[in-house]
Nanobody
Framework: QSPLVESGGGLVQPGGSLRLSCAASRLRLADYALGWFRQAPGKEREGVSAISGFDGGTYYKDSVKGRFTISRDNAANTVYLQMNSLKPEDTAVYYC?????????????????WGQGTQVTVSS
């Protein structure tokens, strides 16, 4: 069972915003690289954004670049995904996970168990 718990999803109109949270109670998230992933109905799970545990560097897939922002609050032991200018194609279940980066930091892979995720629905 994943020690990570996602929250913050909901129903929002196109152009709206949501902030997702990824929290843990049994370990210090600041020590880890973490990523957000999403899975839309009938599609494979895909990476969205990630944040390095080493220097806090942030990384985004092209589909969300300029609209989504990943961040950490170490005091709250939480990683956030601020999502602005949401589109219907952003509709999916969103998950956070521990990640490892490839050598060029252009991609990241999850490891460990998946949590329950949080549903984001963008619809008018």
């Amino acid at each position: 069972q994943s020690p990570l718990v996602e929250s913050g999803g909901g129903l929002v109109q196109p152009g709206g915003s949501l902030r997702l949270s990824c929290a843990a109670s049994r370990l210090r998230l600041a020590d880890y690289a973490l990523g957000w992933f999403r899975q839309a109905p009938g599609k494979e799970r895909e990476g969205v954004s990630a944040i390095s545990g080493f220097d806090g560097g942030t990384y985004y897939k092209d589909s969300v670049k300029g609209r989504f922002t990943i961040s950490r609050d170490n005091a709250a032991n939480t990683v956030y995904l601020q999502m602005n200018s949401l589109k219907p194609e952003d509709t999916a279940v969103y998950y956070c996970a521990f990640v490892t980066f490839n050598s060029g930091y252009t991609d990241w892979s999850p490891f460990g168990s998946w949590g329950q995720g949080t549903q984001v629905t963008v619809s008018s």
